[in-house]
């Protein structure tokens, strides 16, 4: 068995856990959009309106467009780091 000494407990430095972010997302270019986190839950933000949420910096959200409410089709838009969403106020 090997000797842990003084490392037992200890981590590296730089790995810390990432922060908690609030940020806000407008709807202002499709008729439905879904905010969709990388734990999996998702927030419908309808046209002409915005939604604050928190996330954790480096966590990536899909941001699905929906066009036609009837169908379970949804498009994807874009992909966007946490911190690259507008602060929340």
Do not use: Q
Not at 11 to 40: I, M, Q
Not at 52 to 80: H, M, N, Q, W
């Amino acid at each position: 068995m090997t000797d842990r000494g003084d490392r037992e407990g200890t981590g590296d430095a730089r790995r810390r856990p990432p922060g908690k972010v609030r940020r806000r997302y407008v709807n202002s270019e499709y008729p439905t959009v879904v905010l969709k986190f990388e734990d999996g839950h998702e927030i419908r933000v309808e046209h002409g309106t915005g939604k604050s949420f928190e996330g954790y910096d480096g966590e990536r959200i899909k941001v699905l467009a929906i066009y036609d409410p009837t169908s379970t089709e949804r498009v994807l838009v874009g992909t966007l780091r946490a911190e690259e969403f507008e602060e929340a106020p």
